[in-house]
């Protein structure tokens, strides 16, 4: 199976913007993503999101919740309030950062760093001087950290048996399925999604809840 990468000359020409919405915005490091010409602000699901957003989510699920779903229409039903919320959150961090609105039709990381390079006055390069370095240090204090866990943290990685074709054609790897039995993408697709339908059955959907939320303020 062939992946081809989207161009990402339009993304490249715009790096010190992104740089700077990726921090500011999502909290996330630009420079550790492969982004293209075609990726999406949609692409990044929740990221930057406060552990106060997720527990928005959390109450708003469960206040919301038709009975009788099941596990998949629950799990659907808590992503659509999700990711409403991270489209408020960049909205409202984009307006407080720039002092500007994010038209609602723009998606695409190109279209939003051309809208900030038009609309926004900001010599980007000089700004990011320090936001790369506060990134760098925090990088390279995980890494020494991580580092360090190796050898007081040892844990064995269990062997895993080899899978049969049975158990692929069980499962839900789409990619497995191509690859070990010869399926087309949207044959292994409607498998893999039956697949995780059935060993779905019965079971509840429960969504995040941050570990760190006092008990007081859980769901009661």
């Not at 919301?64 to 991270?86: A, D, E, G, N, T």
Request: with cysteine.
């Amino acid at each position: 199976m062939n992946i081809t990468i989207p161009p990402q000359d339009k993304i490249d020409s715009f790096e010190d913007i992104m740089i700077h919405f990726f921090y500011h915005v999502l909290k996330y490091d630009y420079r550790s993503g492969l982004f293209t010409d075609e990726s999406s602000i949609f692409d990044m699901g929740s990221t930057g999101l406060d552990e106060s957003d997720y527990l928005k989510a959390y109450h708003e699920y469960h206040d919301s919740l038709p009975k009788k779903l099941s596990y998949i229409q629950c799990q659907k039903h808590y992503y659509k309030i999700l990711y409403r919320i991270f489209d408020e959150v960049v909205a409202q961090r984009v307006l407080e950062v720039y002092d500007i609105e994010l038209p609602k039709k723009i998606n695409l990381l190109v279209d939003i760093a051309a809208f900030l390079k038009d609309n926004v006055n900001k010599n980007w390069q000089e700004e990011n001087i320090f936001l790369i370095k506060t990134m760098d240090t925090k990088s390279f204090q995980k890494f020494k950290l991580e580092d360090e866990k190796k050898f007081t943290n040892v844990i064995p990685i269990p062997i895993k048996k080899k899978l049969s074709d049975e158990d692929v054609a069980q499962g839900c790897n789409e990619f497995l399925m191509m690859s070990r039995l010869n399926m087309s993408w949207d044959d292994a697709r409607v498998l893999a999604k039956k697949n995780y339908e059935k060993s779905m059955e019965g079971k509840i959907f429960e969504p995040y809840l941050p570990s760190t939320i006092k008990p007081s303020m859980k769901l009661k």
